[in-house]
């Protein structure tokens, strides 16, 4: 391998000696730090962390939340899916845990998870793991969990996240959101309870510090605006469905106006067609615009989609349990794409939502077009 190769922040993974080449430019201290990493790894010595040019402890920028902490600019979503009949998939094996494992490996530090994906144990059993083999710190990543639906009372706030926390093993997580402002009791019937009380039960376990940062998700834009107006403490971040279909330009503005981080889900919304919905607007991977963009880049369409997000001002959240796709969903930070290039992904939207929840559209609290 030639070290001396110059300009490239070099992968430290010996598994892939052939692309270790990527990400930021380095200069000779890091380059002198990452040879002794690929070393050490190969005489399987501890690992070590994997430190960014800018200090922070992956391979993502990070940005500053509204209460001055701070968030990767990417990470690593974990929801497994829905099997065809939309029902949620059942969690029977370890691929959360890898697949977070991987990510730590690959230089993420961001985690999103919730209560409802059934898999907070293995994303902080992958995270106990890494801590122990030495790679990380607790403080070097950004844990997101999420309140279930059937916990909006006030009071029923701080005993889910305590449930989380048990789950994740952890003492705090790092933002905790509202996964959805329509509430359910168990039986399946509206919880109307106001998604202000919520917000009130959510401040209190922030005060607690059972988390660090609190805030929505799947809230309209009417609704953040409520919580701002009404609630003593303003959301640190929002999460919501952005990708080429539906890119949320005036929520997005609205939020930023709010110094309200946005964290984008289903980045890739239906890109892929083996995912993509029966009448699902383009593009997909081999819209021929999109693969000229790569090509110029040497990039994969995927990757030109996540860096679209990232220029957006957006934290893409992708979900991956295909190592490969893990690691090239996070080497986005060496390249820029042009205006024109970026007028072309923008001509793709669509107001397309690829996360349809028409089914709960009589809730008094239902966020989205009926
Ligand atoms: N707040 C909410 O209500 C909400 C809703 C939905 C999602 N989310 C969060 O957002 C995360 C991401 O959204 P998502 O899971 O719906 O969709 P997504 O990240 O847009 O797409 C995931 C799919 O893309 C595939 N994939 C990933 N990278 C790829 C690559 N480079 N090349 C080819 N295929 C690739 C994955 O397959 P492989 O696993 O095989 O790579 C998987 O099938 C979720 O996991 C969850 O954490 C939140």
């Not at 990510?103 to 985690?111: C, E, K, T």
């Not at 202000?196 to 922030?206: N, P, S, V, Y």
């Amino acid at each position: 391998m030639d070290w001396n190769r110059p300009g490239k922040l070099l992968r430290p993974n010996p598994d892939w000696e052939e692309d270790l080449f990527l990400t930021c430019v380095v200069g000779p201290v890091e380059r002198a730090r990452l040879k002794a990493y690929v070393e050490d790894v190969k005489q399987k010595k501890p690992r070590k962390p994997c430190y960014c040019q800018d200090g922070s402890p992956g391979v993502a920028p990070l940005m500053t939340l509204n209460n001055g902490r701070t968030i990767p600019s990417l990470g690593l979503g974990t929801f497994i899916g829905y099997d065809y009949q939309g029902v949620p998939l059942p969690i029977t094996t370890y691929d959360t845990r890898r697949a977070v494992e991987t990510a730590i490996d690959a230089g993420y530090r961001l985690f999103d998870t919730a209560y409802k994906y059934k898999n907070e144990d293995q994303v902080g059993q992958a995270i106990k793991n890494k801590i122990a083999e030495g790679v990380i710190r607790r403080s070097d990543v950004f844990v997101i969990t999420k309140l279930s639906n059937n916990c909006h009372g006030e009071d029923a706030v701080i005993p889910a996240l305590r449930r989380s926390l048990q789950l994740l093993e952890l003492d705090y997580v790092d933002l905790y959101l509202i996964h959805w402002p329509v509430g359910l009791r168990k039986d399946g019937s509206y919880d109307e309870t106001d998604y202000l009380d919520t917000w009130k039960g959510m401040i209190e376990a922030r005060a607690r510090g059972l988390t660090k940062s609190i805030g929505v998700s799947n809230f309209n834009q009417h609704q953040i605006d409520r919580i701002i107006s009404l609630s003593k403490m303003k959301p640190a971040a929002v999460q919501i469905e952005v990708n080429l279909n539906i890119q949320q330009h005036s929520l997005i503005a609205f939020c930023h106006s709010h110094d309200i981080a946005v964290i984008a889900y289903t980045p890739f919304g239906s890109l892929f067609h083996r995912r993509a919905a029966y009448g699902a607007p383009p593009p997909r991977t081999d819209t021929p615009v999109l693969r000229r963009i790569a090509d110029k880049h040497h990039k994969t369409v995927p990757q030109i989609v996540l860096r679209y997000l990232v220029e957006l001002g957006v934290i893409p959240i992708p979900k991956s349990v295909t190592p490969k796709n893990i690691e090239m969903n996070i080497e986005v930070f060496d390249f820029k794409l042009t205006r024109e290039e970026k007028d072309v992904l923008r001509d793709f939207e669509r107001n397309y939502r690829t996360r349809n929840i028409k089914f709960w559209k009589d809730s008094p609290h239902y966020p989205f077009e009926k």
